[in-house]
């Protein structure tokens, strides 16, 4: 039997401009292996020197069910782990992820094409691959205790959701919040898991120091909708009262309508927005859908999958808002987009922000109170 390999990028144009569904379906993964994914196949990765097609080759196909895509957790150990970057459309110059790969598997995560430089796919493999970094907490320790280190706000859940499932096992969040409460050191969390309302007792004491702000992303008001963007985040009922429990305990709380896709979910704007503000949320933010790299053929499949009566006016709309690219790199206009689209999204954002009084700006996190961590010297002392 021949193995099978997703669909290229020139089958995956003309399947989006079929009319037959039910063929553009039949060409992607089988849907019980990728259940609870969002990817619908796992190709290579654009570093490996071997691709493998799939073909008819007259024996037929095999009548057993191929097996699902387990998760499989790698563990490893970070050199540091501290990131700095210097990126103008951007807030933050600091960050840290716990961990590689994220099981929450929303189809458009522009975090996905790094796993290739792990030797995986962008596709499944990025949500079911997941790197432990099992000395996060140590790194971090040992990278604060650094004579020449000055505090500057560390985020979370930049690249990868700090409270994906495995950290619930690894509490490695927990672990790092715990030095930052120790150290006074300011922090800046996003997440679509309601797991974050475990550490309610470590982040109210920041909040009293005036060194956490958090943001909750809600993409969808609906559940089943939700639950085919990111399959495995909490539900947005869960965040919504996420955002309610970190709001009664005095944490500033921000909520995230991000990504907006076009015909997709961007009608719901406004009533995210509202939602949130109901909860407690005292800011809001929002970022139109990006498709660097892999991540456009990752989401083009997605639609072939659910909505293939809506690829082609998705993906017109989403080169209208990129200068008829499907992504734009550039500075300044990669989060916002251009055109008449992306302007009419954005003051229907600003309107209802200001409608709903999310338009108040969060307080600097203070950095005057870091302590450095003590670290234990391995040297005996001589008294």
């Known amino acids: 039997m021949a193995l099978y390999q997703a669909p290229s990028f020139e089958a995956l144009e003309r399947l989006s401009r079929s009319r037959d569904a039910d063929l553009a379906r039949r060409e992607l993964e089988q849907p019980d292996r990728v259940r609870g994914r969002g990817a619908q196949s796992n190709r290579a990765g654009r570093f490996e020197k071997h691709q493998r097609d799939g073909f008819d080759d007259g024996w037929g196909s095999s009548v057993e069910p191929m097996p699902t895509f387990e998760t499989v957790e790698h563990i490893e150990r970070a050199k540091t782990i501290i990131t700095s970057n210097d990126s103008p459309d951007i807030g933050f110059e600091r960050s840290i992820n716990a961990y590689r790969g994220c099981e929450h598997g929303c189809s458009y995560c522009f975090a996905r094409p790094t796993h290739a430089y792990l030797g995986h796919s962008a596709g499944v493999d990025f949500e079911r691959d997941i790197y432990v970094k099992a000395n996060a907490v140590e790194a971090l320790r040992g990278e604060l205790s650094a004579k020449n280190y000055r505090p500057k706000p560390i985020a979370m859940g930049t690249n990868t959701d700090?409270?994906?499932?495995?950290?619930?096992?690894?509490?490695?969040?927990?672990?790092?919040?715990?030095?930052?409460?120790?150290?006074?050191?300011?922090?800046?969390?996003?997440?679509?898991?309601?797991?974050?309302?475990?550490?309610?007792?470590?982040?109210?004491?920041?909040?009293?120091?005036?060194?956490?702000?958090?943001?909750?992303?809600?993409?969808?008001?609906?559940?089943?909708?939700?639950?085919?963007?990111?399959?495995?985040?909490?539900?947005?009922?869960?965040?919504?009262?996420?955002?309610?429990?970190?709001?009664?305990?005095?944490?500033?709380?921000?909520?995230?309508?991000?990504?907006?896709?076009?015909?997709?979910?961007d009608m719901e704007l406004e009533r995210i927005l509202d939602a949130g503000k109901a909860q407690g949320a005292i800011s809001a933010q929002m970022i139109l859908l990006r498709l660097p790299g892999e991540v456009r053929d990752v989401f083009r499949e997605w639609l072939l999958r659910h909505f293939p009566d809506r690829v082609r006016h998705v993906l017109s709309l989403v080169r209208d808002t990129r200068g008829g690219r499907d992504n734009d790199p550039r500075f300044g206009s990669r989060m916002t987009g251009e055109g008449p689209y992306a302007t009419l999204l954005r003051q229907r954002f600003e309107k209802a922000r200001e409608r709903y009084g999310l338009d108040a700006k969060l307080r600097p996190l203070r950095a005057d109170l870091f302590e450095a961590p003590k670290i234990e010297s391995p040297q005996m002392s001589l008294f």
């Open 162 to 265: 700090p409270y994906q499932p495995a950290e619930r096992t690894h509490k490695l969040t927990r672990g790092i919040l715990e030095v930052m409460l120790e150290t006074r050191h300011p922090v800046m969390i996003t997440t679509k898991s309601a797991l974050i309302v475990r550490d309610l007792d470590i982040l109210t004491e920041l909040a009293k120091l005036g060194l956490v702000k958090v943001a909750i992303s809600v993409t969808s008001m609906d559940h089943k909708l939700s639950r085919k963007m990111e399959p495995r985040a909490s539900s947005p009922a869960r965040r919504l009262e996420a955002i309610r429990l970190l709001s009664e305990a005095g944490i500033p709380t921000a909520i995230f309508a991000s990504p907006m896709i076009p015909a997709i979910n």
